[in-house]
């Protein structure tokens, strides 16, 4: 079943190292995915991201999507989630 | 750090750590089926057509929960399936053995994915009818040859009153469902749930069956939150119990929120009914996931000392209250849970010494489930079980809240020994059990009067 509509949030987690960002965005430019905004702390070596998209637009279905950026996340190294916006908003506010 | 849209990165961070490092997830979606139209005068037939349903209904129960849980990276630890208490559904077949229907259960189960069905169940708080005869008649047969199959009866309420036949003959059922599955630890004990005040929306397991009042079908969820709640406890070791109060409140909040999503989302894609969140708190055997130790967290040095019950009322004061805000339907039991060998932290205060039955019993006053999940030694005599059961259910029946056991008297074991259980029930540490005599008072039979509180009109 497709979920490839709506927000989506978009975090990642681990060592810094060159490329992350690069590497991550690369996925979902090829996608076609929009990123509405991003955020991102470097705390000692600890690098923080967190991405807020747009699947409208995207030619993959969520969970293709999920699969790609996780794979992305394994060759750099770090740890990649992405979740339904839903989550955060249903967590977060009344 | 900035706003990302309305959230804050620390918001969006609390809720990854929460899955990640806290152990939060969705402990079970369950679907509840009615099959009140499956019941006829052939067993046979009534089995057919109980496979049939079940497998339709909830042929994609397990695929659509994945799905959500992988959309919004929540897990949905468990898929389960309550349905109508079977002594309705095999009543009209006027068979007085109902284990074929169990093995239906356990089959329907099996086919479409699910670890456990709950409702081989029957309703006596009164007495009895034909197919809650029925049903006493198999209990034992039929846990310890069906492997998903969860069993639950109500011997009391508030309104009706206490049936002290029941209880007296539970006590001999548990034992004889023990001795059958001696083998295994008893573990047939472990299906088994004696209520008061049972609800009809339980999502969890044992207890779970899709009461009379129910629709055709519908959804249930049951999240899980201790190791976020003993996180948020552990940060604030300075605050008073006020203080500590709100934090769980507010910790619960979000817990249940979660569950209140989910429930949506899968009951819309089933296409069924959105039914309750129940808001227990509910332990596991993983690292930090205890409630025990949340309430060792709050201050004691050891579950079960002196302390321990108004602890646990404060916990789940705040865990109702909290979760109340969070979800449109609340219901099942709703309260904190502790059931011993699930509970790590129960398992250690009981081997310290520290956590004593009637200790378990003070606590099942002020939280949801009961005396849950606790092993005593294989030679208690039926009437002290029995006994056991009629104290719980005086608690529950004047207190007006549900009250539960679920005890497993481990042949061949004495007070100090461990019993493995395995998987999802855990182990247990046997615990000592008062020995002198209910004989007497138990072989009286009867049914203790509905209380004065039950006359609320």
Same mark, same amino acid.
């Given at each position: ?94 | ?18 899955? /990640? ?66 002594? #309705? ?52 047969? +039929?846990? +310890? ?26 006590? #001999? ?5 023990? /001795? ?54 552990? #940060? ?156 719980? +259910? ?58 004065? #509180?039950?006359?609320?009109?």
């Amino acid at each position: 079943m497709t979920v490839a509509d709506g927000r989506a949030i978009i975090t990642v987690l681990g060592q810094d190292r060159v490329g992350i960002l690069a590497g991550i965005t690369a996925v979902l430019a090829t996608a076609n995915v929009n990123i509405l905004d991003i955020s991102q702390t470097i705390l000692q070596e600890f690098f923080t991201m967190i991405m807020i998209v747009d699947l409208k637009g995207s030619n993959l279905d969520f969970f293709d999507l999920q699969k790609q950026l996780k794979a992305r996340g394994e060759e750099l190294g770090v740890q990649v989630t992405m979740q339904q916006a839903e989550v955060f908003k249903f967590m977060h506010r009344i | 750090m900035p706003t990302l849209f309305s959230f804050t990165p620390e918001e969006i961070l609390e809720t990854i750590r929460m899955v /990640q490092v806290e152990n939060l997830d969705i402990r079970t979606i369950t679907l509840g089926i009615s099959l009140r139209d499956c019941a006829t005068g052939s067993l046979k037939e009534t089995c057919r057509r109980v496979y049939d349903k079940i497998t339709r209904r909830a042929e994609k129960l397990v695929a659509v929960g994945e799905e959500v849980a992988t959309a919004y990276g929540i897990p949905i630890v468990n898929k389960r399936i309550a349905v109508t208490p079977i002594a #309705q559904v095999g009543e009209p077949s006027g068979e007085s053995d109902l284990t074929p229907l169990a093995r239906t259960l356990d089959l329907a189960a099996e086919a479409v994915g699910v670890n456990f069905i709950g409702g081989f169940s029957a309703l006596v708080h009164k007495g009895f009818t034909k197919g809650d005869r029925a049903i006493f008649n198999s209990l034992p047969e +039929a846990l +310890a040859t069906t492997e998903r199959v969860c069993a639950s009866i109500n011997v009391a309420t508030t309104r009706a009153g206490m049936n002290m036949d029941a209880i007296a003959e539970l006590g #001999q059922l548990i034992k004889e469902t023990a /001795q059958l599955t001696a083998d295994r630890g008893g573990i047939g004990c472990a299906k088994l749930v004696t209520f008061c005040n049972a609800p009809e929306d339980n999502p969890f397991m044992a207890g779970a069956f899709h009461g009379p009042g129910e629709p055709e079908c519908v959804l249930n969820v049951g999240i899980s939150g201790p190791g976020v709640v003993l996180a948020a406890v552990r #940060q604030h070791p300075e605050a008073d119990l006020g203080k500590l109060a709100t934090i769980i409140k507010n910790t619960a909040f979000k817990v249940t929120r979660m569950g209140e999503l989910v429930g949506r989302e899968v009951s819309a894609r089933l296409g069924v009914p959105f039914g309750i969140v129940d808001l227990s708190l509910a332990p596991t055997n993983a690292l930090g996931d205890s409630v025990a130790e949340i309430l060792e967290a709050i201050g004691l040095e050891r579950c079960g000392a002196h302390g321990t019950t108004a602890a646990l009322a404060l916990l789940n004061d705040a865990v109702k209250k909290g979760g109340a805000m969070a979800s449109s339907y609340v219901g099942g039991l709703s309260g904190a849970f502790i059931p011993v060998s699930e509970d790590n932290g129960m398992i250690r205060a009981v081997e310290s010494g520290a956590l004593s039955l009637e200790k378990l019993e003070a606590m099942t006053a002020v939280c949801s489930v009961g005396l849950d999940m606790f092993a005593v030694p294989g030679d208690t005599p039926a009437e002290v079980i029995a006994a056991i059961i009629a104290d719980e +259910a005086a608690i529950g029946m004047i207190n007006n809240k549900t009250t539960a056991v679920r005890v497993i008297p481990v042949p061949g074991k004495k007070p100090g020994d461990m019993v493995e259980f395995g998987g999802l029930l855990g182990r247990a540490p046997v615990m000592r059990v008062n020995n002198f005599s209910p004989a007497a008072m138990i072989r009286r039979g009867g049914r203790i009067p509905a209380p004065v #509180q039950a006359l609320g009109n």
